[in-house]
């Protein structure tokens, strides 16, 4: 340490120049009453200090005062190097209480902060406007304090304006003391003074720095698509919801160039969206996904039958209906022409369904067939002297009595001519009457009927022929044995018709004695085929 003195008017020695050079970072000097910091800056030559001294008088510590009044060898040297200093301190601090001099104070920010060398402080720095793509996956920048953060893009920001202030704080990294800007509501030690506000405060009634809300006040600068968020000394102008800062406009956002927000289609609209869902889909309450809507629940479009499926739905008819080309409503489906076989005599078509009917002396069995009524059965206008002989379709009324002069009635439907009558040598002696019924078209060829001899005499020969009623050829008689034959139809016959044919049997004994009988069969062929 080196002092250069000079001589003043009045001959008192007066400090020039006072150089100091300190190789500790600090040197504190304690006084029993307070504790006293000086802080020597890097690559600065000279001290900061807060006056200890009070302006009504000078007391030395009592340290330094054990250090002057210390005796013996070299006490001399020691004594007037102490002297020097107390001096230099004298010296400087009353130069210092003469003059107000502002208190200087180099600051290093913390992280997310800056130096406003204008406002004296630290202000935060805005990493959504300098950091390009700040937030990643469609998210959305909002600045804060000292920070940002990411957030969705649908998030609703609330700014507390009463955040306190940035407190002093340190770094780790390279042991700098980083300092900050003390509170401006903080009054003064003395509430009487005067303050003076950083820029963003004014003073209250109260005497001390309150925040002015530039967003109220209307000193903003914001625009007018901007938003304006009041800070604690400043202010921010951000975009709304739905919109982005590009330089220093809001652009919109296309949120359907993003990640999907919709789960079918998105609809971009200035400041938002909206989304929509494919048909047979609607929104659920969140706006965004789609679910299927169940068409047969709400307003069932189908005509009959309605199922649903994801996204849409099919109609399907009740049996005997068909879907019509509109794919909703339902046709009645006409079996009647789908097969002529449906029914056996005539199939009527009904809405939904078909039924068969039988012509008259039928009736309906399984719903399809038809099956005869036998009317001798049930109710028939036959005579008393009549016998009701049933026939496919229908029923006729024949003679109990058949026979015809010079026959007489032997035994039912068995007529004999005596012999004693000379008109019955030339007849048959006998004369059967026999009925029978055959449906309309019957295959051919086909057995219909067989002849048989009902006494069998030794030593004849008997001979069956068809004596009448096969003009046309529609039958054949084959003789199956010396004493039976079978009628064969040979050609179809058509209904309703009777057909009357006599079968004779011719027998020959050894004696050449000739007799004869003949079988009178009436053929009804019934109007149909069953």
């Known amino acids: 340490m080196s002092l250069r003195m000079r001589s003043g008017p009045s001959g008192r020695a007066i400090l020039s120049t006072w150089t100091t050079t300190v190789r500790k970072p600090e040197i504190i000097i304690t006084p029993k009453y307070q504790q006293e910091r000086f802080t020597v800056m890097k690559n600065i030559n000279y001290v900061r200090h807060k006056s200890w001294i009070n302006h009504h008088g000078l007391e030395a510590p009592p340290n330094l005062t054990r250090f002057l009044q210390e005796k013996g060898p070299g006490g001399s040297s020691r004594f007037t190097m102490l002297t020097a200093v107390f001096l230099a301190a004298l010296i400087l601090i009353t130069v210092h209480s003469q003059e107000t001099e502002e208190t200087i104070t180099y600051t290093q920010c913390t992280d997310g902060y800056e130096w406003d060398p204008v406002r004296q402080r630290c202000k935060d720095i805005d990493e ?16 804060h304090y000292g920070g940002y953060l990411c957030l969705p893009r649908t998030a609703q920001i609330i700014v507390n304006e009463r955040e306190e202030a940035a407190a002093e704080s340190t770094s780790g990294r390279n042991n700098v003391i980083r300092r900050t800007p003390a509170d401006p509501h903080r009054a003064p030690p003395n509430p009487t003074h005067q303050i ?20 109220a006040t209307g000193t903003h600068n914001c625009r007018a698509d901007q938003v304006c968020v009041n800070l604690r000394g400043s202010f921010s102008c951000q975009c709304p919801p739905g919109y982005q800062k590009r330089g220093d ?38 706006n965004h996904t789609c679910v299927d809507i169940n068409e047969c629940d709400a307003n069932n479009p189908c005509a009959q039958q309605c199922y649903n499926i994801l996204g849409s739905f099919i109609c399907q008819c009740n049996p005997g209906f068909e879907l019509s080309s509109d794919r909703i409503n339902c046709d009645d489906t006409d079996e009647c022409r789908t097969s ?7 199939c009527v078509n009904e809405p939904g369904k078909f039924s068969c009917v039988c012509p008259e002396g039928y009736q309906v069995v399984g719903g399809r067939t038809c099956q005869d009524i036998n009317e001798c059965e049930t109710t028939n206008e036959c005579r008393e002297d009549e016998i009701c002989w049933n026939y496919h379709g229908g029923f006729r009324c024949y003679p109990r009595n058949p026979c015809q002069e010079p026959y007489v009635l032997t035994s039912e439907n068995r007529c004999v001519c005596p012999v004693s009558n000379a008109i019955c040598r030339e007849l048959p002696y006998s004369v059967v009457y026999k009925y029978m019924s055959i449906r309309s078209d019957r295959t051919v060829p086909s057995d ?4 048989q001899a009902t006494t069998i005499y030794p030593n004849t020969i008997n001979t069956f022929r068809i004596k009448s009623g096969n003009e046309n050829g529609e039958f054949y008689l084959r003789q199956t044995s010396a004493v039976s034959a079978m009628l064969v139809l040979v050609k179809s016959l058509s ?5 009357i044919v006599d079968l004779e049997m011719l027998t020959v004994n050894s004696l050449n004695y000739r007799t004869s009988s003949v079988l009178r069969l009436t053929i009804i062929v019934g109007p149909y085929a069953f």
């Open 340 to 346: 002529s076989y449906i029914c056996q005599y005539q």
């Open 128 to 143: 959504c406007e300098i950091v390009p793509d700040a937030c990643k996956g469609g998210m959305k920048c909002v600045n």
């Open 196 to 215: 003076q506000c950083a820029a963003g405060y004014e003073q209250s009634d109260h005497n001390v720095c309150q925040d002015i809300d530039e967003c």
């Open 249 to 286: 406009q809001c652009v919109d956002i296309d949120e359907c160039t993003l990640p999907p927000y919709c789960h079918h289609r998105c609809v971009n609209t200035p400041g938002s969206y909206y989304c929509q869902c494919n048909a047979g889909f609607q929104l659920a309450s969140n």
């Open 495 to 499: 209904g309703p018709r009777e057909h």
């Open 448 to 451: 219909i009927f067989q002849i």
